[in-house]
């Protein structure tokens, strides 16, 4: 199969090449129909070239596909699990046909090139749905800039287990949870997983015991035990909650924390009802600096918030060509992993055999020979103690909040970061990768 295949420069004579099922496009998000009789010309340039692109990115799990414009091609390049990736080169006319086809299939005019567009496509593939969200981008030489972001609508949230939280962690969010008040917040740059840990918290709180609602859209999540709470929508957030204080609700699930309005407004409602939300920020301090500032008074940030948990995600090594190996003890006290630690796992690296000739590691179908297979989480948090609340209350900045708080012992993210690399979960390759920008 076709010019964008993983290997297909390389000959495999002895493996027949498997016939990959295409991805199937059906219609576009915004509902209009494409047309592909008025566009036949379009259709036959570029709807295979596409369905081929669009299958080959999400073989290989990709979040993003890109089709970049450079002079007399185009090249196309995949984002899987953060990292980059590198796809096959198109020709210019081959870049356009695929770019104008996922536009026409994605509801966008396609006679408009020198405007930005956005649009989707709901597609399936592998008995997996999707939503494509298409993009195009001018740019200066005329040309369009395309991406595919892909999201898998997969239904179900992912639990604070397959987040790889820490059974402290899970044990902190259940407490924080479980008082009838209090806000507790997942934070976080935006694409960091914050969004993720958001609902993974509310996974986390204790469903058999209390009432859960959620005045957030959950999209195409599918959570159990929570109950959709239809707001009116002429109420106000005070009034959306104080309805659910009185049908006794304990836990109520909200949409991010963005204003100081919105921020006002949960904190004249903490001590009522057990509030769960996300916030952008750039750490855990931070975020509760930011929280000061827009609700104006630090002694009511310092009682109304619980916790704070930020999330970072870390490639996990891939289980079918993962290396084992012996860690030197040196290494080891270095890192500060633990001191019976016998054996850690790496990306499959080269070898030499008796002979001396050096042994490629062998091709691994799982991983596209990228060495790792989806991600975890590695979380830091700050619970509001009582030093913190003090630290707060009397005016302590992000810096002071941060230090104390690693006083304190709570977790920082290399500290849970290593937990992974103890247990074979990743490597130590990639913590050094996640790193590097902070060291
Ligand atoms: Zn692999």
Excluded at 397 to 412: F, Q, Y
């Amino acid at each position: 199969m076709g010019m964008f295949s993983r290997r297909a420069e390389e000959d495999d004579d002895d493996e027949d090449e498997e016939e990959i099922e295409l991805v199937l496009f059906q219609g576009a998000l915004n509902g209009k129909e494409p047309n592909m009789k008025e566009n036949q010309r379009l259709v036959q340039a570029g709807l295979n070239p596409a369905k081929e692109l669009v299958t080959d990115g999400l073989a290989r799990r990709a979040e993003t596909i890109r089709v970049e414009p450079k002079g007399e091609r185009s090249q196309v390049a995949f984002l899987v699990d953060g990292m980059p990736y590198a796809g096959g080169k198109l020709t210019k006319p081959q870049g356009l046909a695929i770019t104008q086809m996922l536009k026409l299939l994605a509801g966008l005019d396609i006679k408009v090139r020198t405007q930005p567009q956005m649009g989707g496509i709901k597609a399936e593939f592998n008995e997996l749905k999707y939503e494509l969200v298409v993009q195009t981008k001018p740019q200066p030489d005329g040309s369009e800039l395309l991406t595919i972001k892909c999201r898998a609508l997969k239904g179900a949230i992912v639990t604070p287990d397959e987040l790889g939280m820490s059974a402290d962690l899970k044990k902190k969010i259940r407490e924080w949870t479980s008082h009838h008040k209090g806000l507790s917040l997942s934070v976080g740059a935006p694409n960091t997983g914050v969004t993720t840990t958001a609902f993974g918290m509310l996974r986390g709180v204790d469903c058999y015991m209390f009432q859960v609602h959620t005045v957030r859209d959950l999209g195409t999540r599918e959570v159990v035990n929570v109950s959709v709470f239809e707001a009116n929508k002429e109420d106000s957030l005070e009034q959306t909650l104080t309805r659910l204080v009185r049908i006794e609700s304990d836990v109520v699930f909200n949409e991010p924390v963005t204003s100081a309005e919105a921020a006002k407004t949960l904190f004249s409602m903490q001590d009522k009802i057990t509030l769960l939300s996300e916030m952008p920020a750039k750490d855990c301090a931070s975020a509760i600096v930011q929280l000061v500032q827009w609700v104006g008074d630090p002694s009511v940030v310092a009682n109304g918030l619980m916790g704070v948990i930020n999330t970072k995600l870390l490639r996990k090594i891939c289980p079918d060509c993962k290396q084992a190996y012996r860690p030197n003890p040196k290494l080891i006290a270095k890192v500060g992993l633990p001191s019976d630690t016998k054996t850690l796992y790496r990306k499959p690296v080269a070898t030499e055999n008796e002979e001396g000739e050096v042994e490629e590691p062998p091709p691994c179908e799982k991983c596209g020979d990228t060495g790792y297979f989806g991600r975890t989480g590695i979380f830091e948090y700050i619970e509001m103690s009582d030093a913190i609340k003090e630290c707060v209350i009397q005016g302590g900045d992000a810096n002071a909040i941060r230090t104390l708080a690693r006083k304190e012992g709570m977790s920082t993210f290399s500290k849970d970061a290593l937990r992974h690399v103890a247990k074979g979960v990743t490597s130590l390759e990639e913590l050094q990768r996640v790193f590097k920008p902070v060291a």
